[in-house]
């Protein structure tokens, strides 16, 4: 017991090594532009002002972002989603494994749960007990499940999902603006420093380092950026594009697709002003999602009525849930 609280205490302690890294090299990256290329370097005052300026701006966001991303926590299942004590019982007494799954569906009639596993049976975490969501996906590294899960990113430390998913993204285009920004304003003197136009000195070794990584993080980066922009434009996750959900009638792809415009809307709200500042503004909660195929939300077996959904022991929380699903699914019990 000891050993094993050993060794996750060291996998927590090294998983943010990459983030450490990260943190050393934007620091490193600031004093050189900073200090070696705009103080030392440059003679324009005017260039000098503009350069500082138009950096921090872009500084200042690149860190809001990466900070949102690494620190705000991976949203888990409401206790709606978890078994009660006597479910409990029932699941763990039940030595069928056909029993079980039974118990299981009737569990789930009373939530808006249309995906299954591959199996076709209700997708069910026996580490965490409780029903998996629609798009829910169980962390091996964070221990827990995710709302929405897109992968674990150890860059940030941290599980990518609903509640960050925005924040990732944002991270990502800041970051290339970031490296394209210095990239752009440093060619110059990383032309000049190599055919022997400024004098030799630290600032030479800066200025082209510089260059060559900012080069290097933004060619990686753009081509990650753009594989998330047309995940979002299908509205699928990292796990649904290798992995389709499935559903009653089968795997589907496109099972969530309900529109470019609407799959933006998802993930950055309806607010254009505050789709590139790192606040929350995703729809839902996370726990259901619009189908592109309103039938099968209508006719499926997993779930009660509509006011079976909405009475709850926990009326705060419950409120919030069902008030998402009244306004875009209408729930009938199926005979």
Do not use: H, Q, R, V
């Given at each position: 017991m000891a050993l094993s609280r050993g060794l996750r205490c060291c996998q927590r302690v090294f998983s943010w090594i990459p983030v450490l890294i990260i943190t050393a090299v934007v620091l490193w990256s600031y004093y050189a532009y900073v200090f070696e290329l705009c103080l030392f370097t440059l003679t324009n005052a005017v260039e000098k002002v503009a350069y500082l300026l138009v950096f921090h701006v872009c500084f200042f966001m690149f860190?809001?972002?990466?900070?949102?991303?690494?620190?705000t926590p991976a949203a888990a299942p409401c206790k709606k989603f978890q078994l009660s004590y006597s479910d409990k019982q029932r699941y763990e007494m039940e030595e069928r494994p056909d029993a079980q799954k039974q118990i299981l569906v009737e569990i789930a009639k009373k939530l808006p749960i249309f995906t299954r596993a591959q199996s076709g049976a209700i997708r069910f975490c026996d580490r965490c007990q409780v029903l998996k969501p629609d798009r829910c996906h169980h962390c091996s590294v964070c221990e827990t499940c995710i709302l929405k899960m897109d992968h674990h990113c150890p860059w940030v430390n941290n599980c990518i999902g609903f509640s960050n998913y925005k924040f990732f993204l944002l991270f990502l285009s800041y970051s290339i603006l970031y490296c394209v920004f210095i990239a752009a304003t440093a060619f110059q003197y990383f032309l000049k420093f190599w055919g022997g136009e400024l004098q030799n000195g630290s600032a030479k070794f800066h200025v082209l380092f510089l260059m060559f990584v900012a080069l290097m993080f933004c060619v990686s980066l753009m081509f990650l950026f753009g594989y998330h922009c047309w995940l979002v434009a299908k509205n699928r996750s990292t796990l649904e594009a290798f992995s389709a959900p499935v559903f009653v009638g089968g795997p589907d792809r496109n099972g969530f697709n309900v529109g470019v415009r609407k799959n933006l809307q998802q993930v950055f709200g309806e607010d254009r002003r505050l789709w590139f500042i790192p606040v929350f503004t995703s729809q839902g909660n996370g726990h259901h999602f619009p189908l592109k195929n309103r039938s099968s939300e209508s006719q499926?077996?997993?779930?009660?009525?509509?006011?079976?959904?909405?009475?709850?022991?926990?009326?705060?929380?419950?409120?919030?849930l069902a008030e998402d699903v009244n306004h875009s699914v209408t729930i009938e019990m199926e005979e």
């Open positions: 860190s809001w972002t990466y900070w949102k991303s690494i620190f499926n077996p997993l779930l009660a009525n509509e006011d079976m959904w909405e009475e709850s022991d926990d009326k705060s929380e419950e409120g919030s």
